[in-house]
């Protein structure tokens, strides 16, 4: 898409640190980083989110991921990591090109990825478990 910031890094429009490329995906430093060492991993193909990306295209982004990470751990030497992917912007997507954020932890960084956590009867969550359950057909 000619407006999307992540398509034009990914044509080389615009500039990007790139830690890993393939035909499909392409791993950059995020240009403003939640910590030293944060990734960002996009599909080159433009996809707008979770609800418009390929399953298959997904799950090997994931892997990449899931190949990275461990990388990133030796390389900068922290314990734990985030994984973080929004979608649309009232979950806090701010650019419409699927990208997954691999955020390395340190101790006292002061990152905050965290939600309010409801307090839900057994009944309440029965209820929306069989709305859901019902309603996948995989």
């Known amino acids: 898409m000619s407006d999307c ?8 429009d615009i500039p990007s640190a790139t830690v890993y490329e393939n035909d499909e995906f392409k791993a950059i430093l995020d240009r403003f980083p939640s910590n030293k060492g944060h990734v960002l991993i996009m599909p080159k193909t433009h996809v707008a ?5 390929d399953p298959d295209m997904a799950g090997r982004l994931f892997k990449l991921a899931a190949q990275i990470a ?19 912007p009232i979950a806090g997507q701010t650019v ?3 990208h997954l954020h691999l955020i390395p932890r340190y101790e006292n960084d002061g990152v905050n ?8 009867t ?3 969550i029965e209820e929306v478990r069989a709305k ?5 057909n995989i």
Do not use: R
């Open 5 to 12: 910031i992540f398509c034009k890094i990914i044509s080389g």
């Open 70 to 88: 461990p990388v990133m751990k030796e390389t900068f030497g922290f314990e734990n990591m985030n994984v973080v992917q929004n979608n649309g």
């Open 96 to 98: 419409n090109h699927f």
């Open 122 to 124: 057994d009944g309440e």
């Open 132 to 136: 859901l359950a019902g309603n996948i």
């Open 113 to 120: 990825v965290s939600w309010k956590q409801l307090d839900l």
């Open 49 to 53: 989110n979770i609800f418009e990306i």
